[in-house]
T-cell receptor, first 115, second 115 residues
Framework: AQTVTQSQPEMSVQEAETVTLSCTYD???????LFWYKQPPSRQMILVIR??????QNATENRFSVNFQKAAKSFSLKISDSQLGDTAMYFC????????????FGTGTRLKVLA | NAGVMQNPRHLVRRRGQEARLRCSPM?????VYWYRQLPEEGLKFMVY????????ESGMPKERFSAEFPKEGPSILRIQQVVRGDSAAYFC?????????????FGQGTRLTVV
């Protein structure tokens, strides 16, 4: 069975600084997808970034980038130039390439950006 | 193109009553997933449905919970005889058939409070 672990329950960062959120996972699958979702107080689940396991290149979306280490089963999220609007819960999620969108989520990291 | 619509946003039920949560998928999406988020936890998969079929209900509690996705109309998650432990946010996600995308799109959730 797949598992996703986020070991940082809470983090804080100064506005304009850089922060890295950690995520590790366990799977015996070879093909899969990894995601970072942002959940602000509105509770909406917003996709931040997505990584396909077969791609060696780390995904990047503007200020958000990942460090994907397949052998180590690690998938960290780096937020550069942090903004107050980045304050939210961040969830790491695993999706097997099995024909469904049944995701396994971590327990989340609460990020607070300080002015 | 409207996103995934869930209603109601907030639902209060007394112990022993029934709760009915609705999810209208994005236009063109024929697959629906229900997730439950307990306080301070990540989302947990409950059930995966296609039109008129339950494909995977491995995350559904064996009693009191049921889900349907009829040919016409929204998907319904039904909880009978609610208990305090059912208090949670329930999220619906929808997707087109696999192969057309690699992510599911989430609604804003329904927060169920059992008093």
């Amino acid at each position: 069975a797949q598992t996703v672990t986020q070991s940082q329950p809470e983090m804080s960062v100064q506005e304009a600084e850089t922060v890295t959120l950690s995520c590790t996972y366990d799977t015996s699958e070879n093909n899969y997808y990894l995601f970072w979702y942002k959940q602000p107080p509105s509770r909406q689940m917003i996709l931040v970034i997505r990584q396909e396991a077969y791609k060696q290149q780390n995904a990047t979306e503007n200020r958000f980038s990942v460090n994907f280490q397949k052998a180590a089963k690690s998938f960290s999220l780096k937020i550069s130039d942090s903004q107050l609007g980045d304050t939210a819960m961040y969830f790491c999620a695993f999706g097997a390439d099995s024909g469904t969108y049944k995701y396994i989520f971590g327990t989340g990291t609460r990020l607070k950006v300080l002015a | 193109n409207a996103g995934v619509m869930q209603n109601p946003r907030h639902l209060v039920r007394r112990r022993g009553q029934e709760a009915r949560l609705r999810c209208s998928p994005m236009k063109g999406h024929s697959h629906v997933y229900w997730y439950r988020q307990l306080p301070e936890e990540g989302l947990k998969f409950m059930v995966y449905l296609q039109k008129e079929n339950i494909i995977d209900e491995s995350g559904m509690p064996k009693e009191r919970f049921s889900a349907e996705f009829p040919k016409e109309g929204p998907s319904i998650l039904r909880i009978q005889q609610v208990v305090r432990g059912d208090s949670a946010a329930y999220f619906c996600a929808s997707s087109p058939p696999k192969g057309m995308n690699t992510e599911a799109f989430f609604g804003q959730g329904t927060r169920l409070t059992v008093v």
